[in-house]
């Protein structure tokens, strides 16, 4: 059955922090996609990146790098050099070939940067 | 333009109630979500639309009633709701469920409160 694990229900670092956010994942499938959203307090879910299985690679975008290993079925998400406004829940999520109807969500990790 | 808008942000309604959520997008997406979100939870899909037809219903109750009026808009009929049902309501967007790399916009939500 497909299930996304966020272990860490929440984290707290203080700005300029490095900040590791793991998500593991379980599928049958072979052909799927992985998500991270932001959900800052505002409410909103913002799309961060999506990654399909096939591609291993490691994604940098600006401060936020993504590390996907299909041999631990991870795909963890990394924030350098937090910031404040990095404060929010951040939601990984999966989308499966036979499902394609659904994300799957995990609990999400709830991210606070202080000053 | 990636955007989603809901209205209300906020409602508040008794128990005897009729209203209404709105969402609307206008990025030519063919599918259209409806998620229900409780505090320190993940997003719990409702409803799904493809093409203006009702693809998934998550077993909701019937007070929701949701209506797909044309390929922008999206409608969330609440009747007779429960305090239960205070939460979040998210409305998304993707591009369509054939593809399942296609990520899904949200809006900013509806924050209900049922008295």
């Known amino acids: 059955a497909q299930k996304v694990t966020q272990a860490q229900t929440e984290i707290s670092v203080v700005e300029k922090e490095d900040v590791t956010l793991d998500c593991v994942y379980e599928?049958?499938?072979?052909?799927?996609?992985l998500f991270w959203y932001k959900q800052p307090p505002s409410g909103e879910l913002v799309f961060l990146i999506r990654r399909n299985s096939f591609d291993e690679q490691n994604e940098i975008s600006g401060r936020y790098s993504w590390n996907f290993q299909k041999s631990t079925s991870s795909f963890n998400f990394t924030i350098t050099a937090s910031q404040v406004v990095d404060s929010a829940v951040y939601f990984c999520a999966l989308s499966e070939a036979d499902n394609t109807d659904k994300l799957i969500f995990g609990t999400g990790t709830r991210l606070q940067v202080f000053p | 333009d990636t955007e989603v808008t809901q209205t209300p942000k906020h409602l508040v309604m008794g128990m005897t109630n009729k209203k209404s959520l709105k969402c609307e997008q206008h990025m030519g997406h063919r599918a259209m979500y409806w998620y229900k979100q409780k505090a320190k939870k993940p997003p719990e899909l409702m409803f799904v639309?493809?093409?203006?037809?009702?693809?998934i219903n998550e077993s909701v109750p019937s007070r929701f009633s949701p209506e797909c009026p044309n390929s922008s808009l999206l409608n969330l009929h609440l009747h007779a709701l429960q305090p239960e049902d205070s939460a979040l309501y998210l409305c998304?967007?993707?591009?369509?469920?054939?593809?399942?790399?296609?990520?899904?916009?949200f809006g900013p939500g509806t924050r209900l409160t049922v008295t």
């Open positions: 599928t049958r499938d072979t052909t799927y996609y």
């Open positions: 639309y493809s093409y203006e037809k009702l693809s």
């Open positions: 998304a967007s993707s591009q369509d469920l054939v593809h399942i790399f296609y990520e899904q916009y």
